[in-house]
């Protein structure tokens, strides 16, 4: 298994523009989160799936910001408009839903928007 | 509320030397509680969970209700222990974690 694949790895836009964050979760992991890492705020939870239902969307900042699970192997978060405020380092995990199991982390897609 | 704290954004140390990150939470019922490792240039990955009592690469960690802490220890650091380290925190029963805002080692020769 290639682990959890993110894509973009970086990503540089112009404030207003759409953005479309996309994450492959590790096959049979049936919980996949979204994390926001900025140095003022560290990692922060936005959203979290489990068998492709959004449990707790309570993290996500604004309406910009939104996240689909359309299918086990698939998620994207999409910011519209993006603001430069934005600009963070997206990572997605993925796991199974055992007590303590612990994430698997993608790399991460470095947003800029300028 | 949920909440992890690691007092040191930095630490450094010389190799040889005993290592400790601190981590605090803050959280009511009992909680699961980890500690990932992000590598220079390499994705954030787990290190050792407090349920399985186990120790990875040298380092141990200590769930301590009493004091709410859960440091990271290494008897003699090693330059490739440099990274960034999350103390993370899960609520009994949840999936999701809340990290620490992370403590970067410099283990110097």
């Known amino acids: 298994d290639a682990g959890v694949i993110q894509s973009p790895r970086h990503e540089v836009t112009e404030m207003g523009q759409e953005v479309t964050l996309r994450c492959k979760p590790i096959s049979g992991h049936n919980s996949l989160f979204w994390y926001r890492q900025t140095m003022m705020r560290g990692l922060e939870l936005l959203i979290y799936?489990?068998?492709?239902?959004?449990?707790?969307d309570s993290g996500m900042p604004e309406d910009r910001f939104s996240a689909k699970m359309p299918n086990a192997s698939f998620s994207t978060l999409k910011i519209q408009p993006s603001e430069p405020r934005d600009s963070a380092v997206y990572f997605c995990a993925s796991s199974l839903t055992i007590r303590g199991g612990g994430y698997t982390f993608g790399s991460g897609t470095r947003l800029t928007v300028v | 509320a949920q909440r992890v704290t690691q007092p040191e954004k930095l630490l450094s140390v010389f190799k040889g030397a005993p290592v400790e990150l601190k981590c605090n939470y803050s959280?009511?019922?009992?909680?699961?509680l980890f500690w990932y490792v992000q590598y220079s240039r390499q994705r954030l990955q787990l290190l050792l969970r407090h349920i399985s009592r186990e120790s990875i690469k040298g380092f141990t960690a200590d769930l301590n209700k009493g004091e709410t802490s859960f440091h990271l220890k290494k008897p003699f650091a090693q330059e490739e222990d440099s990274a960034m380290y999350y103390c993370?925190?899960?609520?009994?029963?949840?999936?999701?974690?809340?990290f620490g805002k992370g403590t970067k080692l410099t283990v110097n020769p």
């Open positions: 799936f489990n068998n492709n239902v959004p449990i707790d």
């Open positions: 959280y009511s019922g009992s909680p699961e």
């Open positions: 993370a925190l899960s609520p009994g029963g949840s999936e999701k974690l809340v």
